[in-house]
């Protein structure tokens, strides 16, 4: 959990501060920074969603992000 969350917090810091670069540059800084905050997050959790799967894969689960099969019979 620790290295997702420091992926996700290095992608929001990242686009926070291009955000309010971009909106300085075009005059329109509240626009910008909470654009570089909504894709600072979504970059951040697709990247630490993508490694997480590799690593599962490397892990030989071929599941990893669902939950177990339910096997019994009725």
């Known amino acids: 959990m620790g290295n997702r969350g420091r992926i996700i ?7 926070i501060t291009l955000g309010a670069v971009v909106g300085s540059v075009t005059g329109n800084i509240s626009l ?9 997050i979504v970059i951040g959790v697709v990247i630490a969603t993508v490694l997480a799967s590799q ?3 490397d892990n030989g689960d071929s599941r990893p992000d ?5 096997t019994s019979e009725e």
């Open 55 to 57: 690593a599962a894969k």
């Open 32 to 40: 910008w920074i909470a654009m570089g905050t909504v894709l600072g």
């Open 9 to 15: 917090g290095i992608s929001l810091t990242v686009g």
């Open 66 to 70: 669902s939950l177990p099969s339910d």
